[in-house]
């Protein structure tokens, strides 16, 4: 975990069918995400102004989604900062272990989507940033 830097996470265009009666977005192991899926959520109904994340995880991979609407993502690895906008259905931000995410600037009617590669569990969150920097070795 204390290996992983922002640059391991990366936007991905997902496989897009596009039609005259709507699209559709198909995500396939191996295909777009590296990991097997073994959890799906989604956030919506979300007041304006509220952020969500302010953790990292230990071993767990997401893929997020703006499903709908649109947010951003801070990603940060103890040493550089990143954010990501997202705001289409078709792109997801991949986002690998050890690295402490927020997601904030949520627009009215988001749907955030997050495909996660294990079941929850509460041992895997580092929900603190003085204990996410002593996990990554910079304290």
Known sequence: MNSTTIKDCKVIQLNTIHNRAGNITIVEK???????????????????????GGHAHKELYQLIVAASGSFNVLLDDCISKKIVSLNRPDFGLLIVPGIWRELFEISSGAICLVLASCKYEESDYIRDYEGFKKAKNIL
């Open 30 to 52: 191996q295909n777009e995400i590296p990991f097997n899926i073994n959890r799906i959520y989604y956030l919506y109904d979300l007041p304006g102004g509220t952020t969500r």
